[in-house]
């Protein structure tokens, strides 16, 4: 677990390396933010209940936001 946690890190740190130095285009997209958070609250609930921890996420049944647009690696 530790192990791909650094090398995702190592990753992200050489993806930002590519996008200073103009190696790699950025184009933007829409995504469904709500759709996205609800994916990483299920990954985290998971997560959580192997360690007997409850998660509280008050609010996510109210939380609809606008359309967002984000940066995306050609």
Same mark, same amino acid.
């Given at each position: +677990?530790?192990? %791909?946690?650094?090398?995702?890190?190592?990753?992200? #740190?050489? &993806? +930002?390396?590519?996008?200073?130095?103009? &190696? +790699?285009?950025?184009? %933007?997209?829409? #995504?469904?933010?709500?759709?996205?958070?609800?994916?990483?609250?299920?990954?985290?609930?998971?997560?959580?209940?192997?360690?007997? @921890?409850?998660? &509280?996420?008050?609010?996510?049944?109210?939380?609809?936001?606008?359309?967002? @647009?984000?940066?995306?690696?050609?």
């Amino acid at each position: +677990m530790a192990s %791909e946690y650094l090398l995702s890190l190592i990753n992200d #740190v050489l &993806d +930002m390396r590519k996008i200073d130095h103009n &190696d +790699m285009k950025l184009f %933007e997209e829409s #995504v469904n933010l709500r759709a996205i958070i609800e994916n990483c609250r299920d990954i985290l609930e998971a997560k959580a209940a192997e360690q007997e @921890i409850e998660l &509280d996420i008050t609010g996510l049944e109210s939380f609809w936001p606008a359309r967002y @647009i984000c940066g995306r690696f050609l």
